[in-house]
């Protein structure tokens, strides 16, 4: 009888820790399967290494990722950071006889770093594209075992209501290198909401760098992504800049964006573009155009019959002068925080810089709190809630509980 009540006493205390998170974490068992790919076998590496500039892909005539986990252990999901634009997929499984290939389940392909569970462990797979006209390319393949994912799994979610603050750059890494510690401060730190907006079009490697140093941070609903509207150049004249994106419509792209997601903050570049690049003063240019314009109810119909007028409270600008401004914000990245483990959000911001490898291994910018770009600067542009009183706070004078 003592033998069954301890049996039965040990199985409660199974339960109790599997129930509370103590679950064991899933493996990464990429290393020990063994895959094989439909095409391009010299490349396959480029989808295991670490490197997000290079990659593996099908071409245009579709192919597919074959996957055997090592013996005793099963995969409950792969990992996958997609080199071009996602894609539906199917996972296929060996017919009872083996001799064939079946079409298991469907993936719809969402965002660049995607999570792809099963709905029940295999030990054998295929990615397959769906036809031959499919390209799929993968930066990293990341084959997990069963268990509890671990938290660099990233799992996003997708952006829902409103938010309370909009950070708009122009480039993958300048929310880090110029708007320095705002994104972790405010999303992970106070628990604002926070959308990301990228403004000018980018490889898919960019887009990879960038939610990895998102998801760093702590964001986990997913930002908006750079648009193929908006070509990137190397430019530090605006007005050259404006002409390649065509003024109209990237007023009207931003001011539906202002629309669709409601924020009380607006976030963005300096007047004079940081270091002068041109697409940087496109954005304050666009953001300084839009304030008015997503408030009126003439203006760009059609993301006013989607979404509604919206009336920003506040929008501030990174470097914007004291004298010229409602009020300069000064902030303190240098403060240890608990939601890090200790560490300060300028910390965290210059980590996720180096995840953006396309950029910061080739670039003399840092993330800083100092110096002619310092990230820790910003001028009240714009109000309708009144002047800041010194307080270091951009959601000064609002009270976002009451909305």
């Avoid at 993330?367 to 009240?380: A, C, E, H, M, T």
């Amino acid at each position: 009888m003592k033998k069954i009540l301890f049996l039965l006493g040990m199985t409660a205390m199974m339960v109790f820790f599997a129930w509370n998170g103590l679950a064991e974490e899933a493996a990464d068992l990429t290393e020990k399967c063994a895959i094989d790919v439909s095409v391009y076998r010299r490349n396959m590496e480029y989808m295991l290494d670490e490197e997000t500039t290079t990659k593996w892909e099908t071409g245009n005539f579709g192919g597919y990722v074959e996957v055997k986990t090592p013996a005793g252990n099963k995969s409950q999901g792969v990992y996958v950071q997609w080199g071009a634009k996602p894609i539906d997929i199917w996972v296929q499984v060996p017919s009872k006889d083996g001799k064939t290939w079946i079409n298991d389940q469907k993936i719809n392909g969402t965002y660049y770093n995607q999570y792809i569970p099963f709905d029940r462990p295999l030990s054998q797979f295929r990615l397959c594209t769906m036809n031959g006209e499919d390209k799929m390319a993968f930066i990293r393949l990341q084959v997990m075992g069963e268990g509890e994912l671990p938290v660099w799994v990233q799992q996003w979610q997708p952006f829902e209501g409103k938010a309370d603050l909009m950070v708009l750059v122009a480039h993958p890494d300048d929310e880090l290198l110029f708007m320095g510690g705002v994104i972790p401060h405010y999303n992970t730190v106070e628990g604002k909401k926070v959308i990301v907006v990228y403004i000018a079009s980018m490889p898919a490697h960019r887009k990879v760098e960038l939610l990895n140093g998102l998801w760093h941070c702590g964001v986990r609903m997913y930002p908006e992504m750079p648009t193929p509207k908006f070509r990137d150049k190397n430019t530090m004249d605006r007005k050259e800049c404006l002409n390649l994106w065509e003024e109209e419509k990237l007023k009207e792209h931003i001011t539906g964006l202002i629309r669709k997601y409601k924020p009380d903050v607006i976030v963005t570049h300096d007047i004079n573009g940081e270091y002068g690049h041109g697409a940087h003063k496109a954005c304050n240019w666009a953001v300084r155009q839009c304030i008015e314009r997503a408030a009126s109810s003439a203006k760009d119909i059609q993301s006013l019959r989607q979404y509604g007028a919206w009336q920003v409270k506040k929008v501030y600008f990174h470097l914007y002068d004291g004298k010229k401004s409602m009020g300069q914000i000064s902030f303190n990245w240098q403060k240890p925080e608990a939601a890090f483990d200790g560490k300060n959000v300028l910390t965290i911001a210059a980590e996720a810089f180096q995840m953006h490898q396309s950029q910061s291994r080739a670039t003399i910018y840092a993330v800083r709190d100092y110096g002619p770009y310092d990230n820790s600067k910003f001028g009240l542009y714009y109000s309708a809630v009144g002047k800041d009183t010194g307080k270091n706070d951009l959601f000064e004078n609002i009270d976002i509980t009451q909305e």
